[in-house]
């Protein structure tokens, strides 16, 4: 059974930055695609970004273009999700998901991961 | 950007009634490359139906998936007491984009 495992619950500042990381549970990226999906309390899905770590090339929507950054490391087979110039508007469980392709649907989810901008 | 808009927001029904939603494209989803999700609250979204009409791994056939172009439909045939949740589409020809959200409620 996949298993994408993110990293925990983080409390950010406004105008700050936050990292959050993504790993398979049988430790390698093969040729998949990582996602990155949030969702805002109480509201629906919305797709960020995703990169092919074998191919190290990320795509991004063009909402988050100049503040997102996703990236692979592949020795350690983790993904990273960076998000810059936070505002309470970027309060939300985030999600990493697997795709075959990029784009494409997403058949593996992580837990989620509540990032919480407050002052 | 494709915009997917789900119709109803809202669905009351029953354990054993039929459940239909609706996910409307703005432009043509080519290949039918979409899919769609259910999700139930704490819980990540999970997998039911791609390529429009492809049940995912280990999903049941009551779950049923159709259409093509910019109009298609997600059919629950006999509801169980565990479907009440909600469930969103998402299409993936161009970039990817997810529709709002329908809530089947009993």
């Known amino acids: 059974q996949v298993r994408l495992v993110q990293s925990g619950a983080d409390v950010r500042k406004p105008g700050s930055s936050v990292k959050v990381s993504c790993k398979p549970s049988g430790g390698t990226f093969n040729n998949f695609a990582i996602n990155w999906v949030r969702q805002a309390p109480g509201q629906g899905l919305e797709w960020m970004g995703g990169?092919?770590?074998?191919?190290?090339?990320?795509k991004y929507a063009q909402k988050f273009q100049g503040r997102i950054t996703i990236t692979a490391d592949y020795s350690t087979s983790t993904a990273y999700l960076n998000l810059s110039s936070l505002t309470s508007e970027d309060t939300a469980v985030y999600y990493c998901a697997r795709g075959n392709a990029l784009p494409d649907y997403f058949g593996y989810w992580g837990q989620g991961t509540l990032v919480t901008v407050s002052s | 950007e494709i915009v997917l808009t789900q119709s109803p927001d809202t669905l009351s029904l029953s354990p054993g009634e039929r459940a239909t939603l609706s996910c409307r494209a703005s432009q043509t989803v080519r290949g039918n490359y979409l899919a769609w999700y259910q999700q139930k609250p704490g819980q990540a979204p999970r997998l039911l139906i791609y390529g429009a009409s492809t049940r995912a791994t280990a999903i049941p056939d009551r779950f049923s998936g159709s259409g093509s172009g910019t109009d298609f439909t997600l059919t629950i045939s006999s509801l169980e007491p565990e479907d009440f949740a909600v469930y969103y589409c998402q299409q993936y020809f161009n970039s990817v984009t997810f529709g709002g959200g329908s809530k089947v409620a009993i």
């Open positions: 990169i092919i770590p074998t191919l190290g090339l990320p």
